[in-house]
């Protein structure tokens, strides 16, 4: 979620701290969200009779991705955790 940083930064701590925290749940909760809308949209699309290919070679797939990956590692900081996290998906 996104909203003004002057904004934000004019508020007292502890309303920063209800913002950040509503904004975890909102994320949390849209994740779920999300995740029911792709596995629904799968369904679907079987249904329908397209091919869905799911990558077997997951080594393969990241060794592709490498030089990608090491240029967002590059940018610095919260990328470096945020593709840590990504790998971390089996």
């Given amino acids: 979620y996104f909203f003004n940083e002057k904004w934000f930064n004019s ?6 701290a209800v913002v950040r925290e509503a904004a975890d749940e909102a994320a949390a909760y849209q994740a ?3 995740d029911e809308d792709q596995k629904a949209s799968l369904e679907k699309m079987r ?9 077997t070679d997951r080594a393969k797939w990241v060794a592709a991705c490498s030089p990608m990956l090491a240029e967002y590692r590059a ?6 955790s945020f593709i840590d996290k990504m790998l971390a998906i089996q």
Avoid: F, M, R
């Avoid at 940018?75 to 470096?80: D, H, S, V």
């Fill in 75 to 80: 940018k610095g900081e919260g990328w470096n």
């Fill in 47 to 55: 249904a329908e009779g397209v091919a869905i290919h799911v990558p």
């Fill in 32 to 34: 779920v969200i999300d």
């Fill in 11 to 16: 508020l007292p701590s502890d309303l920063q």
